[in-house]
Structure formats: C-alpha cells, structure tokens
C-alpha cells in the first residue's frame, strides 16, 4: 500500500487559485495511475485529473481549462493546479493511486470557494 498526503487546500474566492500537492510513500513512475478526485457536499466522489501509465489523461469536462495536473516523479509528487476556481469546486480532494490493482487514497484536503 501506498501512503499519499495532500496539502494546499484552503478557503479561496471565486476566481483565485490553488495548488494542491500530494507526496506519495512510493516512487510514482511507472504506476497505473496518480492524480486526484473530489467528493463535494451531498454528491459522489468523482475523478477530477488522472495520469495514466499510457502517458494518457483525463480530465473532468467541467473543470478542463481551469486545472492542471503534473508530476514530479523523482520527489515522489503529483500537482493539481486550479485556476479559476468556482464555487462548484467546493469539495475535499482526494489524493489517488493505482499501482496495478491496488488504490491508494490520501486523507483528504478541503477546498472551499466562496463567492
């Protein structure tokens, strides 16, 4: 099992900006998959930026345009930056890994958007 933590959350208005960081117990590269996810008040957690091992990425409709996602696999790091931020974004954001079968999550970083 991976140990994943997030920081850089925080309260921010509309239309500032994040970086959320997420430090991994493993070296990242080559793993299946790394990025984040978000679950916000009363909503299912859903899949915000992924890398995946095919060089590949995915990104949530509603959030392309605003965020990116990089990766500093020789610090074991994995970066969301979030330009633009509504209040939509309100949510904790969930560091994710997936090393062939196994998924990692961090404990979690709260975004707050106010407008």
């Known amino acids: 099992q991976v140990q994943l933590v997030e920081s850089g959350g ?3 208005q509309a239309g500032g900006s994040l970086r959320l960081a997420c430090r991994a117990s493993k070296n990242t590269f080559g793993v299946s998959g790394i990025g984040w996810y978000r679950q ?3 909503k299912q957690r859903e899949a915000v930026a992924i890398s995946r091992k095919d060089g590949s990425m995915y990104t949530l409709d509603s959030v392309k345009g605003r965020i990116t996602l990089s990766r500093d696999n020789g610090k074991n790091m994995v ?3 979030m ?3 509504k209040p939509a974004s309100t949510a904790v954001y969930y560091c994710f890994l997936l090393d062939g ?3 990692s999550w961090g ?3 709260q975004v707050t958007v106010s407008s």
């Open 79 to 81: 970066y969301l930056q």
């Open 101 to 103: 079968r196994t998924t």
């Open 10 to 12: 925080g309260l921010v």
């Open 40 to 42: 916000a008040p009363g």
């Open 107 to 109: 404990p979690g970083t």
């Open 83 to 85: 330009n633009n931020l």
